[in-house]
């Protein structure tokens, strides 16, 4: 079983509309969690970082953790076609503050104006 | 700081072939991260070094890849013999020790093996 499972995608939705991205993961012990995002030809870059259970917004990004599951969500409100991009989420292992970073496959997001 | 910084950007090589990969991190980062990304395999981590020291390389697919980090600035992923399914984007990236931090990553190396 693999450490972090997303949906490939493409998910492709009209603008304005609410876009849900969804991971699991399969270690209890994992508290560190991470949605980066990337743009075409681009690199990733870190969007949100959550630890442990809960939610985080930022603007018209929330960042959801559901440790009893082992689920970890993100959410876009309003979304504009700038949205579109490929959105990892990745979690860090907490055995050591020194340890890798295993990404998701990634969901590739269009937003359709 | 300039950031991450990959060369080349583009490569194209014939089956068979050495190809060398280089990254300099981000001054002051202690790890650095190689990673692959293809389109049915997504973003996978090949090797992580801490400190110039490799610490783990599981996911580095065959004795025909490997990686060097000979000082802090300066890192190399080598493939010999290359082959048509080594093509990928490969990414490194930087970040500081700590739980949480940002990985920085470099605009990637596209490779293309004929």
């Known amino acids: 079983q693999k450490e972090v499972e997303q949906d490939p995608g493409p998910l492709s939705v009209p603008e304005g509309a609410i876009v849900s991205l969804n991971c699991t993961y399969s270690n209890s012990a994992f508290q560190y969690f991470m949605w980066y995002r990337q743009y075409s030809r681009k690199g990733p870059e870190l969007l949100m970082y959550t630890y442990s259970s809960g939610n985080k917004e930022d603007g018209r990004f929330t960042a959801q953790v559901d440790k009893s599951s082992k689920y970890i969500s993100l959410f876009i409100r309003d979304s504009q076609p700038s949205d579109s991009a490929t959105y990892l989420c990745?979690?860090?292992?907490?055995?050591?503050?020194?340890?890798?970073?295993?990404f998701g496959s990634g969901t590739r997001l269009s937003i359709r104006p | 700081d300039a950031g991450v910084i990959q060369s080349p950007r583009h490569e194209v090589t014939e089956m068979g072939q050495e190809v060398t990969l280089r990254c300099k991190p981000i001054?002051?980062?202690?790890?650095l991260f190689w990673y692959r990304q293809t389109m049915m395999r997504g973003l996978e981590l090949l090797i992580y070094?801490?400190?110039?020291?490799?610490?783990?390389d599981s996911g580095m697919p065959e004795d025909r890849f490997s990686a060097k980090m000979p000082n802090a600035s300066f890192s190399t992923l080598k493939i010999q013999p290359s082959e048509p399914r080594d093509s990928a984007v490969y990414f490194c990236?930087?970040?500081?020790?700590?739980?949480?931090?940002?990985?920085?990553f470099g605009q990637g190396t596209r490779l293309t093996v004929v």
């Open positions: 990236a930087s970040r500081s020790q700590g739980y949480g931090t940002e990985a920085f």
């Open positions: 990745a979690i860090q292992p907490p055995f050591s503050s020194a340890s890798k970073i295993i």
């Open positions: 070094f801490n400190n110039n020291v490799p610490i783990d």
């Open positions: 001054s002051g980062h202690n790890s």
